[in-house]
């Protein structure tokens, strides 16, 4: 047995509010609000409503609202009006265990934003 400390939400728990930890945190249950963690997964029976703000976050299960994270998996349920914020994105799309992702209408950003522009060239007359 692992001796990481952990933060459970667990099957059959439903959690609204925010939730701040310094330990990693597993949803198996509900989460309705805002997590800030090192990292956050949600299990295939979990589903996370709300924002997030983690260094990784790994799904396998429902997420919806405002995610931003350096580096996301996703293996589950991304609802409706969803934003997913992060620097690598990797999405699996089918697997032999039967996991799909399924993507609501959603905002992806994923990279470092581009370059501001200089001052525009284009349109200018030469003379």
Same mark, same amino acid.
């Given at each position: 047995?692992?001796?990481?400390?952990?933060?459970? @939400?667990?099957?059959?728990?439903?959690?609204?509010?925010?939730? *701040?930890?310094?330990?990693? @945190?597993t949803v198996r249950g509900s989460i309705?609000?805002? !997590?800030? $963690?090192?990292?956050? +997964?949600?299990? +295939?029976? =979990?589903?996370?409503?709300?924002?997030?703000? @983690?260094e990784e976050l790994v799904s396998e =299960?429902? !997420? $919806? =609202?405002?995610?931003?994270?350096?580096? !996301? *998996?996703?293996? %589950?349920?991304?609802?409706? &009006?969803? !934003?997913?914020? $992060?620097?690598?994105?990797?999405?699996?799309?089918?697997?032999? &265990?039967?996991?799909?992702? +399924?993507? %609501?209408? $959603?905002?992806?950003? @994923?990279?470092?934003?581009?370059?501001?522009? &200089?001052?525009?060239?284009?349109?200018?007359?030469?003379?």
């Open positions: 047995m692992s001796d990481e400390k952990r933060t459970l @939400v667990e099957e059959g728990t439903e959690l609204t509010g925010s939730l *701040r930890s310094t330990c990693p @945190v309705d609000g805002e !997590i800030t $963690a090192p990292s956050l +997964a949600v299990s +295939a029976s =979990g589903r996370v409503k709300g924002r997030a703000k @983690v =299960g429902e !997420i $919806a =609202g405002q995610f931003e994270a350096s580096n !996301i *998996r996703l293996s %589950g349920v991304v609802r409706d &009006d969803t !934003i997913l914020k $992060a620097k690598t994105l990797e999405v699996k799309l089918a697997s032999d &265990d039967g996991l799909v992702v +399924a993507f %609501g209408k $959603a905002l992806l950003e @994923v990279g470092d934003p581009p370059p501001k522009p &200089d001052e525009p060239t284009s349109g200018k007359k030469r003379g």
